[in-house]
């Protein structure tokens, strides 16, 4: 499983971060850091990652299942 | 009544937007969401999506439910807010929201944080002191109202009027009832001021009136959109968070353990403020327009229809919020609706956030208990608040 992140989308609410603090934190500048962008995510993380998926306020986050 | 024909969806005859059905529409929606995925509503002529999954695909699939046909349930309405963000779809709505969000982001917000806070810090000192006060008009409305109109960079004595015509432009999204057509002439009046007297020489430099301004300068936007996006800002950041945070002292005030539990763990507090906002939303509705057959549930909702959205009702919706009557602080709902999703998502959301929190971090240094009198309520077409609500505080 991946998380696509549309940066074109992100404005950087942080609701991502409170939900998977280990696959999104906001810089001190507040950009978004997503630390597996394109990458795939660890099986013990996905409840996280759907998570951070669903409580994005703007959609600028999607799931993509990978065989 | 031909809407109906091609589709199965359970038919209401009542009026959503009577006084009776807005002073308490939760059982109205709990019927509505116990009848199907859609129903058809025949007063207004519209499909309404009540339930909270489908409320929610509803938002995030703004291709085939489009806000550029208006938002709103009559067509005087949707005439007042035409090129107006929330009314657009894209390219013009990312156009636009790039102009909103670079004032209103999180990131935005770092910069006026400790004004705000040292604002709301003031601001709930002076209230306190007096141990009995109005929560709707000393705080709820005091504070939105000055935070607004300082950031937008208006002139002092402009501000008075900016609640009745935040009332308006909401009675506007309604149908064309007398609500609706009695803000008509208040509306004109906002227009006008913003173009005749709110000009550009007027606003505060460095204001977000005047980055408005700016924008169109250096070509982000055309001179003519500039009123459009003043009035999203005079607008929605008013009557919203004003409500938010009446609501929020009544349910305090009514359930005194749960503003025990917020005062021993103030990190409780963006939580507590997700719950106000998800148990009683500020906007109760949005309005689509269907562009295409569509199927939600097994129930057609055929093209070229309205199709309105009801936040209030998928927040209240036992399928996602267990005991959704429940005022829950430690709940912390942050995939509620009132603030809309997907590409219409409410731009100001963290102006919101930052404006509540602060309000609660004060309360909640000075006030162990609130005791409230007979709150009164303020109808609107669509936003749904309190006119007054009397307080003791110790």
């Not at chain 2, 009514?254 to 500020?282: C, M, N, T």
């Amino acid at each position: 499983m991946k998380v696509l992140l549309d940066r074109k989308r992100c404005e950087g609410h942080g609701m991502c971060e409170s939900a998977a603090p280990e696959l999104f934190t906001l810089d001190e500048a507040g950009e978004l850091i997503a630390h597996f962008d394109g990458r795939e995510i660890p099986a013990n993380l996905e409840e996280s990652a759907r998570d951070a998926v669903r409580v994005c306020p703007v959609a600028a986050l999607a799931i993509e299942q990978t065989p | 009544m031909t809407a109906t024909i091609g589709s199965s969806a359970p038919r209401f005859d009542l009026d959503l937007f009577s006084d009776e059905n807005l002073t308490d529409p939760y059982p109205i929606y709990e019927r509505f969401r116990a009848a199907g995925p859609v129903v058809y509503l025949s007063a207004i002529d519209a499909y309404a999506l009540s339930r909270y999954d489908d409320v929610r695909a509803g938002l995030g699939d703004h291709e085939t439910f489009i806000s550029g046909r208006g938002i709103g349930l009559s067509a005087e309405g949707n005439a007042t807010r035409k090129g107006v963000i929330i009314a657009s779809d894209n390219p013009l709505h990312d156009q636009l929201r790039s102009v909103l969000s670079e004032r209103l982001s999180p990131k935005a917000m770092n910069v006026i944080r400790a004004e705000i806070n040292e604002k709301a810090d003031a601001l709930v000192a002076s209230v306190v002191a007096q141990t009995s006060f109005d929560a709707v008009t000393d705080l709820a409305q005091a504070f939105p109202l000055t935070v607004v109109a300082d950031l937008i960079g208006l002139p002092a004595a402009d501000r008075l009027r900016l609640l009745e015509w935040a009332d308006a432009g909401f009675n506007l999204w309604g149908p064309s009832n007398e609500r609706n057509i009695r803000s008509l002439p208040v509306w004109a009046e906002l227009i006008d001021y913003i173009v005749t007297q709110a000009t550009r020489d007027k606003l505060t430099p460095g204001s977000m009136g005047a980055a408005i301004y700016e924008a169109a300068d250096r070509g982000a936007i055309a001179l003519d959109q500039c009123p459009q996006l003043f009035v999203s800002y005079l607008v929605a950041g008013v009557d919203t968070t004003i409500n938010a945070i009446g609501n929020a002292v009544a349910y305090f005030a009514e359930f005194p353990d749960q503003w025990e539990l917020l005062r021993e763990k103030p990190a409780l507090i963006p939580s507590a403020f997700e719950e106000v906002l998800r148990i009683d939303a500020p906007l109760q509705l949005v309005r689509r327009y269907c562009v295409r057959d569509v199927e939600v549930g097994g129930t057609t909702i055929p093209a070229d229809s309205n199709v309105v959205l009801i936040y209030a009702s998928g927040n209240h919706d036992d399928r996602k919020f267990p005991e959704p009557a429940r005022f829950d602080v430690t709940r912390n709902p942050l995939d509620h609706l009132t603030f809309g999703y997907g590409l219409h998502g409410c731009a100001g959301q963290a102006l919101a956030r930052l404006e509540a929190h602060a309000i609660f971090r004060a309360l909640a240094k000075r006030v162990t208990r609130f005791e409230a009198g007979m709150p009164v309520r303020r109808l609107n077409n669509v936003v749904r608040g309190l006119e007054h609500l009397p307080v003791t505080v110790s």
